[in-house]
């Protein structure tokens, strides 16, 4: 689903970002141009951050060995 509509960022690119250590607003903002420009996304970005923070987190009590095992770009 689209979240920035100005940058054609979606959750799953968030989630991503996430993933590779992204975790504050302007790290996304940064690196995907979300709430970069009109910055109406920013509370639903915020939000999908925080559930993807919250799940990488839950993720990583319950499988250590997969922590740190997604592909992130260089
Ligand atoms: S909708 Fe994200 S900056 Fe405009």
């Given at each position: 689903m689209y979240i920035c509509l100005c940058n054609a960022v979606t959750d799953r690119d968030i989630r991503r970002a996430v993933e590779c250590g992204i975790t504050s607003m302007r790290g996304l903002r940064d690196e995907?141009?979300?709430?970069?420009?009109?910055?109406?996304?920013a509370r639903h970005a915020r939000d999908v951050r925080d559930e993807a923070l919250a799940e990488s987190s839950q993720e990583s009590v319950l499988s250590p060995a997969m922590a740190g095992m997604t592909a992130c770009p260089a």
């Open positions: 995907l141009g979300c709430a970069g420009d009109c910055a109406k996304c």
